[in-house]
């Protein structure tokens, strides 16, 4: 794998509607790029989902998915080497952390030093379980997912889906126990102190947004118990990374200058 340099070309896929990649629209534009990046180091792509094709489509004139690759998927192109794919959002993340250093605002959003970066880490690595956990418990309980999930009516079950609950309220209700002294303190991340959007709280908040607006169901609710992070998420929609819904969708068919300032 070769090392990147300025002139390396990057391409990301996105499905703005979509969950994870909620969490590198949040994270642009918490980052406030210069919009010039657009058209010289970061090709965006956008993708949205086709229910007649059962698959994801690229908005006119864009480049389609990488054969197999989930969304958001990067491609780190350096002259005269062969391409590198990177898969996960928050891998995408703290490339893009490193890629940036020193450039739009923000600071540092892993964290602000080593205590803010582990927690980000812990309330990553958790609520990543925690979604596999609601998303088999959607699978078990919601026909709408038939059209996606592989599975057949007759083998959609209650017990899945108790067992789906039991285990994604520990995952919550260990995060609701990791961040509740510190919001309580008046942090407003769900890492603590320092940075004041870090990649915990894009995720956090990628998956209650995109469970309500999709399934009209909160991932707090299902899960229950988290009462400290749904008073967390209403504070968290006033700040300035979060992009809602309807914006979202119209990032999808637009195109994504309004993440970049300039
Ligand atoms: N762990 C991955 C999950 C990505 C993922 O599952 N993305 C969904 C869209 S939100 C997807 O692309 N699903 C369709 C597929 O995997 O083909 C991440 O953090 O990026």
Redesign the pocket.
């Known amino acids: 794998m070769s090392t990147n340099t300025p002139s390396t070309k990057h391409t990301l896929w996105l499905?703005p509607t979509?969950?994870?990649?909620?969490?590198l629209i949040y994270y642009l534009r918490a980052k406030a790029l210069p919009l010039s990046h657009l058209t010289t180091t970061l090709t965006i792509s956008s993708l949205a989902v086709d229910l007649l094709a059962g698959d994801?489509v690229p908005r006119p004139g864009d480049e389609p998915?990488p054969s197999?690759?989930?969304?958001?998927?990067l491609r780190i192109e350096p002259p005269n080497a062969s391409p590198t794919y990177i898969?996960?959002?928050?891998?995408?993340a703290e490339y893009f952390e490193e890629l940036f250093a020193g450039q739009g605002r923000g600071g540092d959003m892993v964290g602000e030093g080593v205590v803010q970066r582990a927690r980000t880490r812990d309330i990553v690595a958790l609520i990543?379980d925690a979604i596999v956990f609601s998303g088999f418990h959607a699978y078990n309980t919601s026909e709408q997912t038939l059209a996606?999930s592989g599975m057949k009516k007759e083998e959609m079950s209650e017990g899945n889906a108790r067992f789906a609950v039991m285990r994604g309220s520990r995952m919550m209700g260990k995060i609701e126990s990791l961040v509740k002294e510190d919001l309580e303190k008046g942090c407003r991340s769900l890492s603590g102190e320092g940075q004041g959007g870090t990649l915990a709280d894009f995720a956090v908040m990628a998956v209650v947004d995109?469970m309500e607006s999709q399934y009209g169901t909160s991932i707090l609710d299902t899960f229950g118990g988290c009462g400290v992070l749904k008073r967390w998420c209403e504070e968290a929609r006033g700040q300035s990374w979060f992009v809602g819904t309807e914006e979202c969708a119209k990032l999808e068919k637009e195109g994504f200058e309004g993440l970049f300032v300039g």
């Open positions: 499905w979509g969950l994870y990649p909620r969490r994801f998915r197999g690759a989930s969304l958001p998927c898969y996960e959002s928050t891998a995408i990543n996606f995109y």
